[in-house]
Nanobody, 121 residues
Framework: QVQLVESGGGLVQAGGSLRLSCAAS????????MGWYRQAPGKQRELVAR???????NYTDSVKGRFTISRDNAKNTVYLQMNSLKPEDTAVYYC???????????????WGQGTQVTVSS
C-alpha cells in the first residue's frame, strides 16, 4: 500500500521557520511531480509549491522568496522549507505526489493526511 506521510508541522511565532517533510512509502518505481497544498479554515485548498521530476519549481505568489520546495528521489521525499512565516500562512498543509507504483503503467495522484502549521502573531 502506498502512503504519503507528512511531518514537521507545529506552532511557531511570526518570523520563524519550519521544515515540512513528506515521505512516500510502498512499492514505488518512480515519482513525478510533487507538491504542497494548504487549506485554511473557511478557504479552498490552494497550491503552495510544486516541483517536477526535473527539479523545476513554481510557487504561489504569497510565498515566493520565503518558501523553498525540494525533493530527494533516493528517499522518496519532498520537503518544504518555510522561512519568515506569517500568521496568514496558518493552515493544514498537504503533500501531493504523482507516483508510478507496482502493477501500474501510469502515474497516480496521492495525498498525505495533512499537517497543521500555526503561526502566532
Amino acid at each position: 500500500q502506498v502512503q504519503l506521510v507528512e511531518s514537521g508541522g507545529g506552532l511557531v511565532q511570526a518570523g520563524g521557520s519550519l521544515r515540512l517533510s513528506c515521505a512516500a512509502s510502498g512499492r514505488i518505481f518512480s515519482m513525478g511531480a510533487m507538491g504542497w497544498y494548504r487549506q485554511a479554515p473557511g478557504k479552498q485548498r490552494e497550491l503552495v509549491a510544486r516541483i517536477n521530476s526535473g527539479g523545476n519549481t513554481n510557487y504561489t505568489d504569497s510565498v515566493k522568496g520565503r518558501f523553498t520546495i525540494s525533493r530527494d528521489n533516493a528517499k522518496n521525499t519532498v520537503y518544504l522549507q518555510m522561512n519568515s512565516l506569517k500568521p496568514e500562512d496558518t493552515a493544514v498543509y498537504y503533500c501531493n505526489a504523482y507516483l508510478l507504483v507496482a502493477g501500474s503503467y501510469i502515474l497516480y495522484d496521492y495525498w498525505g493526511q495533512g499537517t497543521q502549521v500555526t503561526v502566532s502573531s
